[in-house]
């Protein structure tokens, strides 16, 4: 690829990219770079005025629109993908962004490991693997009708590295990694080697679900185990929104086009770290 194909490659004018958990801090900040990529971008939300307002700040050259759904919801899934397929005649791309953890799915001083209720530990479990697998069978069957595709999964750094006390979280995410790469190796080998599935490995990002597990409310410093993170953090700092889109928007783009069932890390080093 020379010079001007691969300023090429990150021009998504035309391409469709349908993202799961596209309102969440993480997600809006793709959903807006994309949109100003180029592409038309399908936002499955279940939150429609949560939507609405991330969309109404963009202002092109690509095309954002809301998208009813539910990422456990099989039928969701297929009418959204009607409504997709209805606006912009394909899907090139998924990111499967939905996900998070269940307060009751984690140890702590009143709830021990054989405490934890089996109804958070599925939640964990169906937020964050069924909620992957669901949206990949629905839009991933459009990719094979194509013959081409990029399907992008949002893992943790909890999936290689557990984190302490977060069972259902860390577990559900290191299926995710799994997941990634037997469909990645299942569609080029039964559909199209030009069908290529990706995810990224966040670290620790400042999010809703864990500001203030990592920062103090009342001043914003960090608390005792946001220092732990730090200290095991060769860049020694949290990742911000923006530090992700390097990565999303490469293997999204024919610039990865050799890159297939890789989980990249995005952690500033922590997964690198020994600890000494």
Not at 35 to 40: H, T
Not at 219 to 245: N, W
């Amino acid at each position: 690829m020379d010079l001007k194909g691969l300023t090429r490659a990150y021009d998504f004018t035309g391409r469709s990219v349908v993202i799961t958990g596209g309102t969440g801090i993480l997600g809006r900040e793709i959903v807006q770079t994309l949109i100003a990529c180029g592409a038309n971008v399908g936002v499955l939300a279940r939150n429609k005025i949560k939507a609405d307002s991330l969309l109404a700040a963009n202002s092109g050259p690509g095309r954002g629109i809301v998208v009813p759904g539910d990422v456990l919801k099989r039928d969701t899934l297929q009418k959204a993908a009607e409504i997709v397929m209805a606006e912009f005649g394909r899907v090139d791309c998924l990111i499967n962004g939905a996900g998070g953890n269940q307060p009751h799915a984690t140890t702590g001083p009143e709830l021990s490991l054989f405490d934890l209720p089996e109804e958070a530990l599925s939640f964990a479990f169906n937020l964050n693997v069924l909620g992957t697998i669901l949206p990949c069978q629905v839009f991933g069957k459009q990719m094979t009708k194509q013959g081409e595709g990029v399907i992008l999964n949002v893992s943790s750094m909890s999936a290689f590295r557990p984190l302490t006390r977060v069972l259902g979280y860390s577990a559900a995410k290191a299926a995710v990694n799994n997941f990634t790469q037997w469909l990645a190796v299942h569609l080029a080998q039964e559909y199209s080697a030009r069908i290529r599935v990706n995810a990224i490995a966040p670290g620790f990002f400042l999010t809703e679900q864990n500001r203030f597990l990592l920062t103090e409310k009342e001043t914003g410093k960090p608390t005792a185990r946001g220092q732990s993170i730090l200290k095991h953090t060769p860049m020694a700092r949290f990742g911000q929104p923006e530090d992700l889109l390097g990565a999303v928007l490469w293997l999204l783009s024919p610039a990865s086009g050799f890159v297939t069932g890789v989980v990249v890390p995005v952690d500033g080093g922590f997964s690198a770290f020994s600890g000494v």
